[in-house]
């Protein structure tokens, strides 16, 4: 069996006053850190970012575990002298630590968003009343539902 040979990025995550935060590795970093600004409560401290490319993921893992050790950035477990793993979980507060998947038809997801945006609302928030009014939380009422209107048709209002 052989395997593909992926590019891989080493990315450094800077505060404002060019204090290192983070140091992680990802063939697309982009997305990667979508899910960190999504994940981390440190992210908003995210100032700045540097990239560097490694032709492989062997290279880039070594180079990361490197720089980790020599460059102590503030919010890395893994390879860490000083942190360990129990401080990244008693750090996350967020009450939504992982993202959900649903597969949903993408004309209906387009048409939903399209509704809620009608409603004044987005997706995430009718979902969550949706969740909250089924499970029967205290207070929970159902979303209000805006007049369907077809695409291209004027709203009356």
Do not use: C
């Amino acid at each position: 069996m052989t395997t593909a040979v992926t590019r891989t990025a080493l990315y450094r995550l800077y505060d404002i006053d060019d204090r290192l935060l983070y140091i992680g590795i990802a063939v697309d970093p982009e997305t990667r850190l979508r899910v960190h600004s999504r994940e981390k409560t440190w992210w908003p401290m995210v100032s700045q970012r540097s990239i560097e490319w490694f032709a492989d993921r062997p290279a880039a893992e070594a180079a990361e575990r490197s720089a980790i050790v020599t460059e102590k950035p503030v919010h890395n477990v893994s390879h860490s002298t000083t942190r360990k793993r129990g401080d990244a979980i008693r750090e996350y507060r967020s009450p939504y630590p992982k993202p959900r998947q649903v597969r949903i038809a993408t004309q209906r997801w387009g048409e939903f968003g399209r509704v809620a945006r009608l409603g004044g609302t987005s997706r995430g928030k009718v979902v969550a009343q949706l969740i909250d009014w089924y499970i029967g939380e205290p207070g929970a009422e159902l979303p209000v539902r805006p007049q369907k209107v077809q695409a291209g048709e004027a709203q009356d209002g």
